[in-house]
């Protein structure tokens, strides 16, 4: 398995444009997260799907943010309108499963890079 | 919010020395794990305790888990210079139908040679 996939790994846009990042989860995987790092805030987890569907959004920053999951094998994570403070590391995992067996371990894609002019 | 504190924010040793992180925590967990984040990269599992262990071993690695004082330590034994990396733990809570990972600070290791 190649992991978990995710481009761009950097994109550089001025304000006001529109972000997309991408990601492919590891096959049979049911769990995938979007998590954002940045230096002042640390590794903050946005959303989580299970089957595709989204469990929890509470950490999407604002409505300018929106992820979908359309199919066990493709997610998208959009900023529309991006600013300059959105600009950080957002990385994307997966995992087989939850509970408090080792299910729950996440795998971790390289991260997409996102600068913000 | 995040849920784990670390300590020391960052630690510099030369290779051959062992390297002690700690990690405090908040609430009540089911289990905790420790990730490495090389730079530029994705984080990357390490090992799991669960909350009825105390101890676990894998390789050079050792974990500490005390739920008493809600603290976790990882000890990388006879360290490398390739173990220069930020650590991170990260706790999970299990509510039976949503689990939540949340991640610590991280701690910064240099191992020189």
């Known amino acids: 398995d190649a992991g978990v996939i995710q481009s761009p790994r950097h994109e550089v846009t001025e304000m006001g444009q529109e972000v997309t990042l991408r990601c492919k989860p590891i096959s049979g995987h049911d769990y995938l997260f979007w998590y954002r790092q940045t230096m002042m805030r640390g590794l903050e987890l946005l959303i989580y799907f299970n089957n595709n569907v989204p469990i929890d959004d509470s950490g999407m920053p604002e409505d300018r943010f929106s992820a979908k999951m359309p199919n066990a094998s493709f997610s998208t994570l959009k900023i529309q309108p991006s600013e300059p403070r959105d600009s950080a590391v957002y990385f994307c995992a997966s995992s087989p499963g939850q509970g408090v067996d080792g299910a729950n371990v996440l795998t971790f894609g390289a991260g997409s890079r996102l600068t913000v002019l | 919010s995040q849920q784990g504190e670390e300590d020391p924010q960052a630690l510099s040793i030369q290779e051959g020395e062992n390297a002690t992180m700690n990690c405090s925590y908040k609430?009540?967990?089911?289990?905790l794990q420790w990730y490495r984040q090389n730079s530029g990269r994705g984080l990357v599992h390490l090992i799991l305790i669960r909350s009825n262990e105390r101890e676990k071993h894998s390789g050079r690695l050792r974990v500490t888990l005390d739920t008493s004082k809600k603290s976790s330590s990882l000890l990388i034994t006879a360290s490398r210079a390739a173990d220069t990396a930020s650590y991170f733990c990260a706790t999970l809570l299990y509510t039976g139908t949503a689990s939540k990972l949340t991640f610590g600070t991280g701690t910064r290791l240099q191992v020189t040679l």
């Open positions: 609430t009540s967990i089911n289990n």
